[in-house]
């Protein structure tokens, strides 16, 4: 935790927030009088969540002392207790009851427990309003503490983070000695709270607004409020592996006070960082996952699914053609990087994610930068909380409801896997003369199917090892194994026109196996379809390029809205597009295998 040593007594010196409350003018017995006073201090004592505790207490000096000209504050300080309780409306009637009476401070308290419960009922916005308002009314220096936190509250709820720090820096002002440590932590968390792209732009105008003249107490909390967005900042670039923040707060040099090593980290991470983005006329950039065998090859048919639905290369010496751009990913890491990179060349939508992992980063970097990237994977929690995350690949869950329904089709009583969750289709480590897959076991365990879901060949010779052992099993072949030529009963998991058959082809899927002997693989199949939809939706951009960060900004939006209305002939969907959301829908199901078309 950063240290933050205010010395901020506001009032008659001391730490009692009590000390310079006004004696109410109605009389109380002296008795009344101390029992309220221990009540109060403790009440200003206590943090938040320890407050509850006092609620019984207070409850019992209301009930003791009705005509205690105290009795008004003591309804004040209970409702205050069980704000974070979940009794709003409890809360709300006694503010309420003591707002009745004429202006003055308990009038203004009660305004501030009411504007409390404001914001707790999700009215963030009405909440600043309210406590706008009381700006300057509140006498009592913990009233003044409470309030300057509730503003800091609101306003980060409300999304107003440009207003944040400078209610901030009131707030470490009006806070007690004793309450310093429990203010730090607040404020960090909210701090961590934040978007990195509001608190960075919030904590430029905060240093930029630095006032001439305060007082020495003042000038140490702005100080630290500047270190702690900083090392907020800091921390956000290095565990998000944003390059660009990185970079950017490098450039700031004002990143001195931060650990050697972390400062290392950050200088690294900036190194990484590509050129800003830009968009060059109509161009579409896609990610070549190289990182292991499986994502080269899914890689290496996807792009050659967009380059034949996109007419390259004939089609390039076009006015209005569509660019397609390239960049390696050669480590896990990789995919962010390769993304800016395509993003600075101007690509104005991006596609990616062959893999669970690359898919995940894909979004990671969309969301970031606000760039729509087509992801060829589904990653986790895509939908309207990601609107830059346009999902064309397979939902894993649908893969396997289908692969359910084919293995009740076949009437299968125990399955084996074959690729990624089961048998490894890698031979690299067996023993010359060994068998490939473990078919001796599936004979003892009875296997009555196989699920094959890695690639074509890997398919092909699992249910060739096993007929070559007397096992016959049913055969389910997922959507990367569909054109496998394997003997057997057999179901394959399809989607939309997906796999193609021979007897129902449409003029340009004739075109396709005419020009290149075959029908298109899974990914294959998924790079046409995200083609189609990121040059539908390019066909009307500007063929200038464009640098300035605000029009590349406003193209980067257009290119999302065109997007989501983008539609054409998909091959891996019934569906012709998104349809106004993110992710394109589709229905997988078990079939029997079409005849495959074949080219001349």
């Known amino acids: ?142 009233e ?137 006329g109509r161009s579409i950039g ?30 390039a010496s076009r006015a209005d053609a569509v660019h397609l751009l390239t960049r390696d990913a050669a480590e ?16 104005a939508i991006l596609v990616a994610g062959v893999t669970d992992a690359a898919a995940i980063a894909a979004s990671v970097f969309a969301e970031r930068e606000q760039i729509p990237v087509i992801t060829l994977r589904a990653p986790p929690g895509a939908g309207p909380e990601k609107p ?22 076949l009437s299968a009583r125990r399955a084996a896997r074959v690729g990624p969750g089961g048998a490894s289709c890698d031979d690299a480590d067996r023993p010359p003369g060994a068998s490939r897959f473990p078919v001796l076991e599936w004979k003892q365990e009875a296997v009555d199917a196989l699920v094959l879901v890695g690639d074509e060949a890997c398919a092909r010779d699992a249910a060739l090892e096993a007929v070559s052992t007397g096992l016959h099993p049913g055969l389910v072949l997922g959507p990367e194994a569909a054109r496998a030529d394997v003997p057997g009963r057999k179901l394959v998991v399809s989607s939309g026109r997906f796999p193609f058959a021979v007897h129902a082809l449409s003029a340009e899927e004739q075109d396709w196996v005419s020009r290149y002997g075959e029908a298109p693989s899974w990914y294959e199949a998924l790079g046409h379809d995200a083609a189609i939809l990121a040059s539908r939706a390019l066909s009307a951009f500007p063929l200038e390029r464009a640098d300035d960060p605000k029009i590349v900004r406003l193209l980067h939006q257009r290119a999302r809205t065109e997007l989501l209305r983008a539609e054409g002939p998909l091959w891996t969907t019934d569906a012709p597009g998104p349809s106004g959301g993110t992710v394109v829908l589709r229905t997988l199901r078990a079939a029997s295998p079409p005849e495959a078309p074949k080219g001349p």
Request: hydrophobic fraction near 45%; charged fraction near 30%.
């Open 1 to 142: 935790m950063l240290a933050l040593s205010l010395g901020l007594g506001v009032g008659c010196g001391g730490s009692n927030h009590a000390a310079i409350r006004p004696e109410p003018s109605v009389a109380s017995s002296l008795g009344a009088q101390t029992d309220f006073r221990a009540l109060e201090a403790r009440f200003s004592d206590l943090p938040q969540s320890a407050r509850p505790a006092l609620a019984p207490e207070l409850a019992r000096f209301i009930e003791t002392h009705p005509d205690d000209g105290r009795v008004h504050l003591a309804r004040l300080y209970l409702a205050w207790s069980i704000l974070d309780e979940k009794r709003l409306p409890e809360v709300r009637s006694l503010a309420t009851m003591e707002r009745r009476g004429g202006p003055g401070p308990v009038r203004d308290f009660a305004e501030l427990v009411l504007s409390a419960v404001l914001r707790r009922e999700g009215r963030a916005e009405e909440a600043v309003r309210a406590l706008k308002d009381l700006r300057g009314k509140l006498v009592d220096p913990l």
């Open 144 to 280: 003044r503490e409470l309030h300057a936190e509730e503003l800091v509250k609101a306003l980060v709820d409300a999304k107003r983070y440009g207003e944040t720090l400078d209610a901030m820096l009131d707030w470490a002002e009006q806070a007690n000695a004793a309450d310093r440590e429990d203010v730090v932590s607040a404020m960090e968390a909210l701090l961590r709270a934040m978007p990195a792209s509001a608190l960075e732009t919030s904590a430029a105008k905060f240093s930029a607004a630095r006032e001439g003249k305060e007082s020495e107490a003042r000038a140490e909390a702005r100080k630290w409020l500047e270190n702690a967005a900083q090392a907020t900042l800091v921390r956000a670039a290095i565990t998000g592996q944003d390059p660009a923040l990185a970079r950017r707060l490098v450039e700031s040099g004002r990143i001195r006070a931060a650990q050697a090593e972390t400062r290392d980290t950050l200088e690294a991470l900036a190194a990484t960082s590509v050129a800003a983005p830009r968009v060059a």
């Open 286 to 315: 896609v990610v070549l996952d190289v990182t292991d065998e499986t994502s080269r090859r899914r890689s290496a048919d996807a792009v050659a699914g967009m380059t034949r639905a996109l007419g390259l290369p004939r089609t």
């Open 332 to 347: 896990p890491g990789d995919v962010e990087r390769a993304l800016g990179s395509l993003a600075g060349d101007g690509a």
């Open 388 to 409: 830059f995350t346009f999902v064309l690949g397979e939902e894993p869950a649908s893969v396997e409801d289908a692969v359910h329904a084919a293995l009740g089709a």
